[in-house]
């Protein structure tokens, strides 16, 4: 049985507003993740930031990041590109190699529901950083060893 993996952020508590310097509104960089009770088996860590409440596409994916090492906190504004910190990977999520904070549609006039969830992996992943969401959570089946996750809303 997994031990679950407790994710805060100083940026803000789970439930509350995204701040805006993590939002296409504003810097759009990625905020830090604390990591609490990460197994010491862990050999990499993978994160998935998804929009909730896209009409008609379930789990919309703004951040793709894996082959992360172990570590206590993942630190704020993780560089854009395919390769990045410490040779993690960041794939394509939002069409692009990078974090892509909350920017929902200026129309929807209702706040998005955003989750950043991290796994602790027993392996590296073998994945191209053109691999998408689904590809990246097939990768992943039966190396979770923990997850946890955070969310928070955003509006524009």
């Given at each position: 049985?997994?031990?679950?993996?407790?994710?805060?952020?100083?940026?803000?508590?789970?439930?509350?507003?995204?701040?805006?310097i993590h939002?296409g509104?504003?810097?759009?960089?990625?905020?830090?993740?604390?990591?609490?009770?990460?197994?010491r088996?862990?050999?990499?860590?993978?994160?998935?930031?998804d929009d909730?409440?896209?009409?008609l596409?379930?789990?919309?994916s703004?951040?793709?990041?894996?082959?992360?090492?172990?570590?206590?906190?993942?630190?704020?504004?993780?560089?854009?590109?395919p390769?990045?910190?410490?040779?993690?990977?960041?794939g394509?999520?939002y069409?692009k190699?990078r974090?892509?904070?909350?920017?929902?549609?200026?129309?929807?006039?209702?706040?998005?529901?955003?989750?950043?969830?991290?796994?602790?992996?027993?392996?590296?992943?073998?994945?191209?950083?053109?691999?998408?969401?689904?590809?990246?959570?097939?990768?992943?089946?039966g190396h979770?060893?923990?997850?946890?996750?955070?969310?928070g809303?955003?509006?524009r």
């Amino acid at each position: 049985m997994q031990k679950t993996l407790n994710v805060t952020s100083p940026a803000f508590s789970s439930g509350e507003w995204i701040p805006k310097i993590h939002t296409g509104d504003g810097e759009d960089i990625s905020p830090a993740l604390q990591l609490q009770g990460l197994c010491r088996d862990a050999v990499s860590l993978a994160v998935i930031l998804d929009d909730l409440d896209i009409p008609l596409i379930p789990n919309y994916s703004h951040w793709l990041l894996w082959n992360l090492p172990p570590m206590e906190e993942i630190p704020a504004n993780i560089p854009y590109g395919p390769s990045t910190l410490r040779g993690a990977v960041q794939g394509r999520a939002y069409g692009k190699n990078r974090y892509r904070g909350p920017y929902p549609p200026a129309f929807l006039k209702k706040p998005h529901r955003y989750v950043f969830r991290v796994y602790a992996l027993d392996c590296f992943l073998q994945l191209d950083a053109s691999a998408r969401r689904k590809a990246l959570v097939k990768a992943m089946q039966g190396h979770i060893l923990q997850e946890g996750q955070i969310g928070g809303v955003y509006h524009r």
